[in-house]
């Protein structure tokens, strides 16, 4: 089975420009999860869809993160403006069902300058 | 909340030798479940062992094994017949078990350990 597809790979942006990020689940995989894994930590989850429906985005910043599901397949997450603290590794994963463990994109490496 | 912590940064061994990743974690919840993702310079997270809770066997995974201790909330990871390619950064990762409630099952992390051998 293909496995998670993000893109692009890297992004390098200027500090208060905009940035999107791409992310094709594995196929049937109703679950979605948008990571931020920041240098030298463990991944912080951002946001998660069941179908095209968000169930958890309470360590999402709002005021300038934004994602969405659309039709329950794949998903983009942007980030406008972005801040120097926003430099990061953005993983994407997906699951099957409940209880079942969770299936990682390459993530996008994202550089603010 | 749920918390995950993993108190060796990092770690190095000789090729083919033993090597223990520590975990602890903490819940209020019975039934819960517990990962090892490996994570290479090429960022993926790669699913090593799983463990359900309410099991008492240790799981095992061809060289990977843990030691889970569900009173004192431990999940250490043992690598055996170390190789190169087991270079890489290491998490342990605590998830709830859905009960068919409506809402968030998540993945919850700790800091990982960074682990190399060396030929």
């Known amino acids: 089975e293909a496995g998670v597809a993000q893109s692009p790979r890297y992004k390098i942006i200027e500090k208060r420009q905009s940035v999107a990020f791409w992310c094709n689940p594995i196929?049937?995989?109703?679950?979605l999860y948008w990571y931020q894994q920041i240098l030298g930590q463990g991944p912080k989850l951002l946001i998660q869809?069941?179908?095209?429906?968000?169930?958890?985005d309470s360590q999402l910043p709002k005021d300038r993160f934004s994602a969405e599901r659309l039709k329950g397949v794949d998903s983009t997450l942007k980030i406008q403006p972005a801040k120097l603290e926003d430099s990061a590794v953005y993983l994407c994963?997906?699951?099957?069902?409940?209880?079942?463990?969770?299936?990682f994109g390459n993530g996008t490496r994202l550089t603010v300058t | 909340a749920q918390t995950v912590t993993q108190s060796q940064p990092e770690m190095s061994v000789q090729e083919a030798e033993t090597v223990t990743l520590s975990c602890t974690y903490d819940t209020s919840e019975s039934n819960y479940y517990l990962f090892w993702y490996k994570q290479p310079p090429s960022r993926q997270m790669i699913l090593v062992i799983r463990?359900?809770?309410?099991?008492?066997q240790n799981a095992t995974e061809n060289r990977f094994s843990v030691n889970f201790q569900k009173a004192a909330k431990s999940f250490s990871l043992k690598i055996s017949d170390s190789q190169l390619g087991d270079t890489a950064m290491y998490f342990c990762a605590f998830m709830k078990h859905w009960r068919g409630v409506q809402g968030a099952q998540k993945l919850v992390f700790g800091q990982g350990t960074r682990l190399t051998i060396n030929p």
């Open positions: 994963a997906s699951s099957s069902y409940y209880n079942s463990p969770l299936h």
């Open positions: 463990q359900e809770a309410y099991k008492q």
């Open positions: 869809f069941q179908n095209n429906g968000v169930v958890d």
């Open positions: 196929s049937g995989h109703a679950t």
